[in-house]
Nanobody, 123 residues
Framework: QVQLVESGGGLVQAGGSLRLSCAAS????????MGWFRQAPGKEREFVAA????????TYAESVKGRFTISRDNAKMTVSLQMNGLKPEDTAVYYC????????????????WGQGTQVTVSS
């Protein structure tokens, strides 16, 4: 069983930055790839970024590439998402999720999900 709790969301002006964190409770956190997804009102949940078990491989949605950075600290059992150059279209509830072994981009490959944290970017 993996429990995930996101934090760091809030209100920020366009062009600003936020850093989201996800604290995990797991027997072996490093067994899992970690991902970030987001869901805006009226839209489907979409992939944002993912990182493999060791942190040596990352992948990003094209819409956030160059602006967002995913990282993890297996000793602290946390995964973070540094978001720079935020745009109003980044407004959404952001979720962290855990998947076994691989580094997938599909929702169905993630077995565990946090409750989400709201990010609002004003113009």
């Amino acid at each position: 069983q993996v429990q995930l709790v996101e934090s760091g969301g809030g209100l920020v002006q366009a062009g600003g930055s936020l850093r989201l964190s996800c604290a995990a409770s797991a027997r072996t956190f490093s067994d899992y790839a970690m991902g970030w997804f987001r869901q805006a009102p009226g839209k489907e949940r979409e992939f944002v970024a993912a990182i493999n078990w060791s942190g040596g491989y990352t992948t990003y949605a094209e819409s956030v590439k160059g602006r967002f950075t995913i990282s993890r600290d297996n000793a602290k059992m946390t995964v973070s998402l540094q978001m720079n150059g935020l745009k109003p279209e980044d407004t959404a509830v952001y979720y962290c999720a855990a998947a076994a072994w691989n580094t997938p981009r599909r929702e169905r490959d993630y077995a565990y999900w946090g409750q989400g944290t709201q990010v609002t970017v004003s113009s």
